[in-house]
T-cell receptor, first 113, second 114 residues
Framework: GDSVTQMEGPVTLSEEAFLTINCTYT??????LFWYVQYPGEGLQLLLK?????DKGSNKGFEATYRKETTSFHLEKGSVQVSDSAVYFC????????????FGAGTRLAVHP | EPEVTQTPSHQVTQMGQEVILRCVPI?????FYWYRQILGQKVEFLVS????????KSEIFDDQFSVERPDGSNFTLKIRSTKLEDSAMYFC????????????FGSGTRLTVV
């Protein structure tokens, strides 16, 4: 079935370090792909999305490119801040309609000064 | 920016009691969802709702669960007889359905069953 696999956390970085969180997916057809962020004690916020192959989603310095050939949607940021500390969830929506989102397990990021 | 609003933010209930979790989706959205997240675990789909009926439900969404859109604005999740394992954060989400795939989530209701 359709699924999302994320790298296990926690990921611990120093401020201004480069961030990559890996996400790969299994799905039929051409899903839409998402990154959501959950700050401590809060809900899920859409960080970025891409709806077709080779699209790049970007927001707040974060980027992810929809790679059909490697079935991946890795999240990157060039210089992380302490305020980026959160749990990051990769998700997919199968093609066709407004279907449910299928989430990965989440990756906790801790950024230290 | 429009928000999905959930109430209450935290509910404590005794095992076997009924609970109703409430959500107000974004006003022009057409598709509605409930998800849950057991502490420290992944976000799991429960049910989707469109045109006043359930469009999909997961195996978690058994006969103890029901959803309703009673008045055109609220979207509720009812758990008829709560169990300890129902303790989780419950998230409501909505999407406009007009070519925009920006699924918007509420801040969640933390349900604690004691």
């Amino acid at each position: 079935g359709d699924s999302v696999t994320q790298m296990e956390g926690p990921v611990t970085l120093s401020e201004e370090a480069f961030l990559t969180i890996n996400c790969t997916y299994t799905a039929t057809g051409y899903p839409s792909l998402f990154w959501y962020v959950q700050y401590p004690g809060e809900g899920l916020q859409l960080l970025l999305k891409a709806t077709k192959a080779d699209d790049k989603g970007s927001n707040k310095g974060f980027e992810a490119t929809y790679r059909k050939e490697t079935t991946s949607f890795h999240l990157e940021k060039g210089s992380v801040q302490v305020s980026d500390s959160a749990v990051y969830f990769c998700a997919l929506k199968v093609a066709g309609g407004y279907n449910k989102l299928i989430f990965g397990a989440g990756t906790r990021l801790a950024v230290h000064p | 920016e429009p928000e999905v609003t959930q109430t209450p933010s935290h509910q404590v209930t005794q095992m076997g009691q009924e609970v109703i979790l409430r959500c107000v989706p974004i006003s022009n959205h057409l598709y509605f969802y409930w998800y849950r997240q057991i502490l420290g675990q992944k976000v799991e789909f429960l049910v989707s709702f469109y045109n006043n009926e359930i469009s999909e439900k997961s195996e978690i969404f058994d006969d103890q669960f029901s959803v309703e859109r009673p008045d055109g604005s609220n979207f509720t999740l009812k758990i008829r007889s709560t169990k300890l394992e129902d303790s989780a954060m419950y998230f409501c989400a909505s999407v406009s359905g007009q070519g925009n795939y920006g699924y918007t989530f509420g801040s969640g209701t933390r349900l604690t069953v004691v």
